[in-house]
């Protein structure tokens, strides 16, 4: 099992900044990819951004050039720095770890209980 705490949501005003850890522990597999997701209301899950153990990274369109996904693999913890945040941008966010046992593997999904980011316009 993994459990996966996230903290730093908040309310900001557009244009402001944000950034959001995500904790990770328990059986955590070398080869993994962690994720930010959002999910705003009355709207689908959607990612946000991946990075994998090797530091591969993934952005939706919408989040490039203003936000960076970075992790600690010695402190388990990854991060969303999230920058010029729009009104668009409220969702709870949520984090994703999975595990896969090898490259090309099955993948085991964890996810965090989420944190609210608004941004008022």
């Known amino acids: 099992q993994v459990q996966l705490v996230e903290s730093g949501g908040g309310l900001v005003q557009a244009g402001g900044s944000l950034r959001l850890s995500c904790a990770a522990s328990?059986?955590?597999?070398?080869?993994?990819?962690m994720g930010w997701y959002r999910q705003a209301p009355g709207k689908q899950r959607e990612l946000v951004a991946t990075i994998t153990s090797g530091g591969d990274t993934n952005y939706r369109d919408s989040v490039k050039d203003r936000f960076t996904i970075s992790r600690d693999n010695v402190k388990n913890t990854m991060y969303l720095q999230m920058n010029r945040l729009k009104f668009e941008d409220t969702a709870v966010y949520y984090c994703?770890?999975?595990?896969?046992?090898?490259?090309?593997?099955?993948?085991?999904?964890?996810w965090g209980q989420g944190t609210q980011v608004t941004v008022s316009s």
């Open positions: 994703n770890l999975a595990n896969r046992p090898w490259s090309g593997g099955p993948r085991y999904d964890y």
């Open positions: 328990g059986s955590i597999f070398s080869i993994n990819v």
